[in-house]
């Protein structure tokens, strides 16, 4: 799994220290749902539960984690919140999925 140097950890969680320590493992909040970029899809970000992260047919070679959220509804926030901030900091989309995708070295295979 590839995260975000940009990483978002809901605050719907209450257990921030155990989810960082959980991360550094490779190991994922049960029930959580994630927000990442995919450097192979026209979408700017798509959102993941853990269950469907993690079946056979997701590349995730292709994904970058930028979020992990509590729910559906809390990713989709999010979602809004990170295109709302990129858009008052660069006045429009162009270089969204560089800032993650390349400036982090993610590559399709």
Do not use: W
């Not at 991360?23 to 049960?30: A, D, G, I, T």
């Not at 729910?71 to 901030?85: Q, S």
């Amino acid at each position: 799994m590839l995260f975000s140097k940009y990483l978002l950890v809901s605050e719907k969680f209450d257990n921030h220290i155990d989810i960082l320590k959980g991360l550094q493992q490779n190991v994922l909040p049960e029930g959580s749902v994630l927000l990442c970029v995919n450097s192979t899809s026209q979408n700017l970000m798509e959102i993941y539960s853990t269950n469907e992260f993690n079946r056979p047919h997701v590349k995730r070679n292709d994904l970058l984690i930028i979020a992990i959220c509590a729910n559906r509804k809390d990713a989709r926030e999010k979602c809004a919140k990170i295109v709302g901030d990129f858009v008052n900091e660069h006045k429009s989309m162009d270089g969204f999925k560089n800032k993650f995708c390349e400036r982090q070295k993610i590559t399709g295979d």
